[in-house]
Structures are given as structure tokens and as C-alpha cells.
């Protein structure tokens, strides 16, 4: 190999070191954001999120599933609440980030691997009076699933299902913030540590509406005791 080849390959591994060795410096320096959630840190390193009882709703905690903690990053942080009023029912889940940030990923991904067919998501507000006056951006988008019992009967099931993302001093409907942690850490060192809050909600087709005004009422009642952020 001649001496230029030699002088090429040596400044290539040179760069490669420094970029790695950068990498890790960035890594093992970085801090981890707060939530933007009234929150109490447990000895693992989770946070414990507790979720509100709501007037006129029954509600009980919920435990994460094993099919979710064993999908998602140890670090992980999982809170869910059930709600119930007549027909209505609700199930409200946390989940919050480490410091692996493939814990916040599209719900669309979760929910086709679960067997639902989504209809595309639409942006909304719903309307908040604490802390202040502020309306919330949220996701929300219909699905429905098809399933056979053991007996042989086809059950279809519908449900609404709304979604929203925060960290702290900051609440979005929108995800484009997953491209950007890695960016955030090298120019403040600081990891944004986001959750993903979603309502999911079982309703008969052509009730979306009807369940889409009683959840507002269940999450302007219920968001205020637990979030932090208020979007500007």
C-alpha cells in the first residue's frame, strides 16, 4: 500500500475515533430533563405519575401490561388510570421516557401491531381553565378491530383514541420533536425527558362525537392535576 493510501486510511481512522469518542463524551455528560408532570421518582429511576380520581367518574389504577414492559426500554415509566360514567369508559396511560428515547415513538405503530385499523389522526383542541386559559393540542383518530371468539362469532370493536406529548415547559400535538432529542443533548447536554399521554376510548360507531365531548370533560378535569405544562 502505498504512503498516500496509508495517509488516507489514517485520517479516516482518526476521524472515526474522534466522532466516537465525542459520542460518548456527549452520552456519559448528558443530564435528564424533569417531566413536565407532577411526578415522584421511584429507586429504579421511573416516575410515579398519580393519575386523579374525577368527579362524577368511577375510576381505579391500572398496572401496565407484561407485553408492554417487555417492549419498551427498562427505563420506562408506565401510568394508567380506568374511568367510568354509564356507558362511558376511558382508560388514560402515561408513558414517559428515560434516557433511551425509543420509549416515545408514533402510537399508530403500537396500535396497527395490535391489530387496529386507524383512520388518519385529525388535530383538535380541548378547552382548559387551569392553570390558566389555554386550549390543548391533541391528536385524535377513530380505529377498529375485527376478531373471532372461540365460538366462532365475529366481534368488531370501535374506539376513539386521543393523544398528546409533553415535557417540561412544553406540551405539542406534534411529534416532529422525536427528530430533534439528539440535537438538544449536544447543544444543552440536557436530555428532554418526554412522556406520551393518550385516552383511549370504546365507542359504537357513529358516537365519536358524543364520546369525543364526554372525554373532554373527563381530561379538562383530570389533565390539571397531573400536567405541568400548558401550551402557549
Known sequence: ?????????VVALGLMSGAAGFILHAKNSQRLGEPGLKSEGLPDGKILVP???VAGFASVELPARLEELGALPADTSINRRGYKAGNFEAILTIVTMGRDRTSIHK??????GQGWSIDPAQVAT???TRPRSYALPVNKLTATKSYQTPTGRTVTEHVLYIYWFATEGQVTAS??????IGFGVLRTGVLQRWSYISCFVPCLPGQE???WMRAKELLAAAV?????AAAD
Open 51 to 53: 393519575l386523579p380520581d
Open 1 to 9: 500500500m502505498n504512503r498516500q493510501k496509508w495517509t488516507i486510511m
Open 224 to 228: 390539571p392535576e397531573f400536567q405541568l
Open 209 to 211: 362525537e358524543a364520546a
Open 175 to 180: 411529534d416532529s420533536f422525536m427528530k430533534s
Open 107 to 112: 402510537p399508530q405503530f403500537c396500535l396497527t
Open 126 to 128: 380541548i378547552p382548559m
